[in-house]
């Protein structure tokens, strides 16, 4: 199917344990994202992808680490999880066009305990 | 200092009734583009609406429509004729191609209900 997709959907995971979120898309975009969402704060930038192979932070970076080998694929890890870092994680990717909309995948929502 | 600033947590609205969502923006960029999202209760994140910074005419995409003031940095949402689908967060938000990255940069949301 086209679009693009996230996995899992959820996912409840202990302190300290490395974790990865998967997202996938099938329009070949270039750019990619990946924000969390938390109450009163809307969607922050954690980190994006202009190509594959090229990433770059965002507003909130610290404990999560990326990579972009393929240009449909941008995995987002948690190396050890702390329960700051419960949220619901969007991934979104656009075109080269600056002046088109960002799709946004379904989000995963991650519980660290 | 917030680039995108939505001053309104939570608003109502009757059933058919008009309703206009706040969002002011913060850029020294000449170009930019200025987004409304939906997040129904489901969770995901629906486009709603455009506009760029250069555009003579305020954007409009059928109940929905852009109030774009310049001047004031000013992009409310207006949303006509409301129905009770509408209840939802809707985040405004802003792309600045001046910094490469092309990223969006979103205000904390409105949580309107519609009321039957």
């Known amino acids: 199917d086209a679009g693009i997709t996230q996995s899992p959907r959820y996912k409840i995971t202990e302190t300290g344990r490395q974790v990865t979120l998967m997202c996938h898309q099938t329009?070949?975009?270039?750019?990619m994202f990946w924000y969390r969402q938390d109450l009163g704060h809307g969607l922050r930038l954690i980190y994006y992808?202009?190509?594959?192979?090229?990433?770059d932070k965002g507003e909130v970076p610290d404990g999560y680490v990326v990579s972009r080998s393929k240009t449909e694929n941008f995995p987002l890890t948690l190396e050890s999880a702390t329960r700051s870092q419960t949220s619901v994680y969007f991934c979104?990717?656009?075109?080269?066009?600056?002046?088109?909309?960002?799709?946004f995948g379904q989000g995963t929502r991650l519980t660290v305990v | 200092a917030q680039k995108i600033t939505q001053t309104q947590p939570g608003m109502f609205v009757q059933e058919k009734e008009a309703v206009t969502l706040d969002c002011t923006y913060d850029?020294?960029?000449?170009?930019?583009?200025l987004f409304w999202y939906k997040q129904p209760s489901s969770g995901e994140m629906i486009f709603l609406i455009y506009?760029?910074?250069?555009?003579?005419q305020n954007a409009t995409e059928g109940r929905y429509s852009l109030n774009f003031q310049k001047a004031r940095k000013s992009a409310n949402l207006v949303i006509s004729a409301s129905q009770l689908g509408d209840s939802a967060m809707y985040f405004c938000?802003?792309?600045?191609?001046?910094?490469?990255?092309?990223?969006?940069?979103f205000g904390k949301g409105t949580k309107l209900s519609v009321i039957p």
């Open positions: 979104a990717s656009q075109g080269q066009q600056k002046n088109t909309e960002a799709f």
């Open positions: 329009w070949s975009h270039s750019y």
């Open positions: 992808s202009a190509a594959a192979d090229i990433t």
């Open positions: 850029t020294s960029d000449p170009s930019y583009g």
């Open positions: 506009q760029g910074s250069y555009d003579q």
């Open positions: 938000a802003m792309r600045e191609p001046g910094a490469g990255s092309y990223q969006l940069t």
